[in-house]
Nanobody
């Protein structure tokens, strides 16, 4: 059974950093595409970053070099390091695994950037 559990969200001030984690189980961690999405109130869910099984990462334009997606294979955990956070980064952040033509989602973790 595929499970994705996000953590690491919280309330931070503009310019600060957060590291999100997505603990995974139920599939071969290194074999599939993993991604972070976010959804702000009243907006559609959007892609933040994705990483392939070979470690190739791609980012949304709004990331502007501030975020890094990476895997911890030992702990089968996906991370998103977010630096220089802005108020517009406020959203619920979700982890997604693309496995055999199916998408699996976690329940999300809230990130709020406010002074």
């Amino acid at each position: 059974q595929v499970q994705l559990v996000e953590s690491g969200g919280g309330l931070v001030q503009p310019g600060e950093s957060l590291r999100l984690s997505c603990a995974t189980s139920g599939f071969i961690f290194g074999a599939y595409v993993l991604a972070w999405y976010r959804q702000a109130p009243g907006k559609q869910r959007e892609l933040v970053a994705r990483i392939t099984s070979l470690g190739d990462a791609k980012y949304a334009e709004f990331v502007e070099g501030r975020f890094t997606i990476f895997r911890s294979s030992v702990k089968t955990t996906l991370h998103l390091q977010m630096n220089s956070l802005k108020p517009e980064d406020t959203a619920v952040y979700y982890c997604k695994a693309e496995i055999e033509s199916n998408d699996y989602w976690g329940r999300g973790t809230q990130v709020t950037v406010s002074s």
